[in-house]
């Protein structure tokens, strides 16, 4: 069965703290993307991997940096974390912008 | 700007119903679609696809309809059950870049 696996399900941390999201996939898939999702806002592009070390902004990329250095895993950081990043993070992963992207199960960001 | 749009963010339907969710557009260079249901504080999990070359595509209670020239795509579910109370998502991807677009998503609630 396909999976993505998110490290944390849920995690608070304090303003200025520097965050790492884990996410790793069993599928072999070349492309994994994050996500963040906030009502009324739907799911936002953050980064997206199409390679091992390769990454390419999303829509919203500023404060957060990427890192794949394998395959199945990447990595989302949170430089200085701020308030205005809390937030639902979500990783995926597909075969290709032609096939479904599976998702993990989501990381609740609270940033006090 | 948002090339995926969700215009219901809310919809009510009794058990045993049809239920349509409906998502617009903007780029004609998408040439793939997708539903994603969404429980609370869980990832979200893929439902169906359409191809641009298809207008419909079925998968049991799950139909979704392809309306290229008006730029619009339906999801329907027949007949509904109280288990597919969720947040549905629509998606898209083409040769517009290396992401899927997600509109911002519509609460099912079906009433037993």
């Known amino acids: 069965d396909v999976k993505v696996t998110q490290s944390s399900r849920y995690l608070v941390k304090r303003t200025g703290e520097k965050v790492f999201l884990e996410c790793v996939q069993d599928?072999?898939?070349?492309?994994m993307f994050w996500y963040r999702q906030d009502p009324g806002l739907g799911l936002r592009l953050i980064y997206f991997?199409?390679?091992?070390?390769?990454?390419e902004k999303g829509d919203i990329p500023e404060g957060y940096s990427v890192s794949r250095e394998k395959k199945e895993r990447f990595s989302l950081i949170l430089e200085s974390a701020s308030t205005n990043q809390t937030s639902m993070y979500l990783c995926?992963?597909?075969?290709?912008?032609?096939?479904?992207?599976?998702f993990g199960q989501g990381t609740r960001l609270t940033v006090v | 700007d948002q090339q995926v749009k969700q215009n219901s963010p809310s919809l009510s339907v009794q058990e045993g119903r049809i239920s349509i969710l409906n998502c617009d557009y903007t780029?004609?260079?998408?040439?793939?679609f997708l539903w994603y249901k969404k429980y609370p504080a869980e990832g979200p999990t893929f439902l169906i696809s359409?191809?641009?070359?298809?207008d419909k595509n079925e998968d049991g209670r799950f139909t979704v309809f392809l309306n290229k020239s008006a730029k619009h795509l339906s999801l329907h579910i027949v007949p509904s059950q109280p288990g597919d109370s969720a947040v549905y998502f629509c998606?898209?991807?083409?040769?517009?870049?290396?992401?899927?677009?997600f509109g911002t998503g519509t609460s099912l609630t079906v009433i037993p």
């Open positions: 995926a992963s597909s075969l290709g912008l032609n096939h479904e992207a599976f």
């Open positions: 599928m072999d898939h070349e492309n």
């Open positions: 991997s199409y390679d091992v070390k390769m990454k």
């Open positions: 780029n004609s260079m998408f040439d793939y």
């Open positions: 359409i191809s641009s070359i298809k």
């Open positions: 998606a898209a991807s083409g040769n517009t870049g290396n992401q899927f677009y």
